[in-house]
């Protein structure tokens, strides 16, 4: 099973992007799929945001509003559409699937990818 970021980059303040992850080994549909970032000197962050089997998407408090998921089950692809940028979404990015909600809440998955840097610049 592998995972595979792409689409990120160098992006002014306020602008958008579009990261997206490639799934191959496993058919998405049916499963959920979370999109993590990792600050600089910080932790992993998330899941940012959720793709859920059933079409549902919930996003943090802190990107709500400017993120969301675009999912294409028949191409095993998911993207993270992101606008309004801002200084704090520096980070790097990764998806992970199959997501699930583990003991106390906690998201866990069984892969994830290596990630796609995004910097927000002034």
């Known amino acids: 099973v592998q995972l595979v970021e792409s689409g990120g980059g160098l992006v002014h303040l306020g602008g958008s992007l579009t990261l997206s992850c490639t799934v191959s080994?496993?058919?998405?549909?049916?499963?959920?799929l979370g999109w993590f970032r990792q600050a600089p000197g910080k932790g992993v962050e998330g899941p940012v945001c959720?793709?859920?089997?059933?079409?549902?998407?919930t996003c943090t408090e802190s990107v709500k509003g400017r993120f969301t998921i675009l999912r294409d089950d028949a191409k095993n692809t998911v993207h993270l559409q992101m606008n309004n940028l801002i200084r704090e979404d520096t980070a790097v990015y990764f998806c992970?699937?199959?997501?699930?909600?583990?003991?106390?809440?906690?998201?866990?998955?069984?892969?994830r990818g290596q990630g796609t840097q995004v910097t927000v610049s002034s």
């Open positions: 992970a699937a199959p997501l699930w909600a583990g003991v106390g809440g906690k998201y866990e998955f069984d892969y």
């Open positions: 080994g496993i058919a998405l549909e049916g499963y959920a």
């Open positions: 959720i793709s859920a089997s059933d079409g549902r998407i």
